[in-house]
């Protein structure tokens, strides 16, 4: 879509009648804060950016941005790695002021503001005994995360967090508010496991939550050059963990922390995270193996669950590069590959060479949303992060190289919050051909002019005559 004129305080003066949030505009206070998202790599200037405060705002802006022929964007926690938060001269439907959570204990569900973030749910559940599976950062917006699918530390035990949707509310592009849970809209119900933000903008989520008296976790350093054995160990303790038990396996920077050997500080180290929705005690017992392989350094102990979920935080202003394989098995070729992949990592950086185990409760999950790669037991995660511009190309080739290591044993399948605009078959293949076509029909019933498209996006069917 061709940029407008550029937006003034004028020029908006139909959206900011009864808008009750803030309307920021080029050359406004606080426009260059609402355009940041989490990758700085993503520079774009929207004409308007539409800090909504309730529905009544959405419904509003997404009028206004008919009426004055604007693309759509829409901002939840803004951590697409695509930037797809963001429309360069158009409207951008920002929720970050739409953050209220709301635990009801005695259902053990919570409802969930268009706007929040993991930190913002894990907080107000952790009180109660209950969580539910969220990203594997605090900075993460529940709602992209959740319509996605929802991959995070917990899945083995609790499975997707799309699985634990009860019900959803959102505005859809003609300004509508539709509510959705499995007796109203099915279909859009259907279609918002995992289908993403293709049908409305989502301003509020009911999520099933679960009882978590306990948490623990282990945080292994190793020498890289002992990282082949402990790949292949890694993968045996998961191959029969408990659902309790979850984690990964990474080549990472080593760390500037106390507990870290000087040795180790920014150089490669090869890492073990386990996670484990219950005690210490148990946790040793199901990561034995791993716990007796000789190590470097380690933290084990309890953790409250949002204390565990801010661990990994990246800190703001890094450049982001991601890519993922889902694979069907992972054998000690593939398990040497990995290691192998790992010696052309950006050092030092925050880049993250990344093993995660499925299986759990995400295999047994059901089988008919749009989620292929849910049945896949093992994934690859090569996660560019770093803070030099002069790097942008060094770990752009690196992910891909990891990547195309691991063709020979990928599923074909993708989980689509893993990577960034990689064309329109690596979409297809997030969903399924099959799901694919019921999405695009759900498509044409909720969004038939794909006003929704700044997303993996899904085409809406052509009607048939």
């Known amino acids: 879509m061709t940029p407008r004129t550029p937006a003034t305080d004028a020029s908006t003066t139909g959206l900011r009648a009864d808008f009750s949030g803030e309307i920021h505009v080029p050359g406004s206070p606080g426009y260059d804060e609402a355009r940041t998202v989490f990758n700085s790599m993503i520079d774009r200037r929207p004409a308007v950016v539409a800090q909504c405060s309730d529905e009544a705002d959405v419904v509003r802006a997404l009028r206004f941005a008919r009426e004055e022929g604007l693309e759509v964007a ?12 963001l429309s360069e001269g158009g409207l951008v439907v920002d929720m970050r002021l739409m953050r209220a959570v709301e635990v009801d204990p005695g259902a053990r569900t919570v409802r969930v503001g268009g706007g929040a973030t993991m930190a913002d749910l894990d907080r107000a559940t952790q009180p109660y005994g209950l969580a539910t599976t969220g990203g594997r950062v605090s900075t993460t917006g529940v709602g992209g995360f959740t319509l996605g699918g929802g991959s995070g530390w917990l899945e083995r035990a609790f499975g997707l967090a799309c699985d634990n949707l009860v019900a959803a509310d959102l505005v859809t592009a003609d300004g ?47 020498r890289p050059e002992n990282g082949p054995e402990v790949v292949r160990t890694y993968r045996d303790v998961m191959d029969s963990a408990p659902d309790a038990a979850g984690g990964a396996c ?30 210490e005690s148990d946790l040793r017992e199901a990561a034995a193996p791993l716990l007796a392989l000789e190590r470097e350094a380690g933290v084990i102990d309890a953790i409250p669950y949002a204390d ?23 054998p000690d070729e593939a398990a040497a590959e990995f290691s192998a992949c790992a010696s052309t990592l950006p050092v030092p950086s925050g880049c993250q060479h990344v093993l995660f185990p499925m299986g759990g409760a995400v295999a047994r999950g059901p089988a008919d949303y749009p989620l292929p790669w849910r049945t896949s037991p093992w994934t690859v995660h090569p996660f560019g992060v770093w803070e030099d511009p002069a ?34 078959e690596r979409v297809v293949a997030g969903f399924g051909e099959h799901a694919y076509e019921r999405l695009s029909r759900v498509k044409a019933d909720y969004d038939p002019g794909n006003v929704f498209h700044l997303n993996h996006n899904v085409r809406p069917a052509v009607a048939r005559v």
């Open 250 to 279: 990474l080549y990472i920077t080593g760390p500037p922390e106390e507990w870290v050997p000087e040795a180790m500080v920014g150089r490669l180290v090869c890492a073990v995270l386990v996670t484990y929705a219950g005690t």
């Open 391 to 424: 790097d942008d190309e060094r770990a752009k080739q690196w992910v891909r190289r990891v990547r195309g290591a691991f063709v020979p044993w990928a599923s074909g399948a993708v989980y689509l919050n893993f990577i960034g605009r990689e064309g329109t």
């Open 308 to 330: 565990l979920q801010c661990m990994l935080d990246d800190p703001p202003g890094m450049r982001n590069y991601w890519s993922a394989e889902y694979l069907d098995a992972l």
């Open 176 to 222: 509508t508010t539709v509510h959705a849970d499995e007796d109203e809209h099915p279909e859009l119900f259907w279609a918002l496991h995992g289908g993403g933000g293709n049908f409305g903008v989502v301003t509020s989520l009911t999520l099933r939550l679960h009882d978590l008296p306990a948490m623990s976790m282990a945080l292994l350093l190793f």
């Open 74 to 85: 829409v901002r939840g926690g803004g951590h697409s790695v695509a930037g797809m938060a």
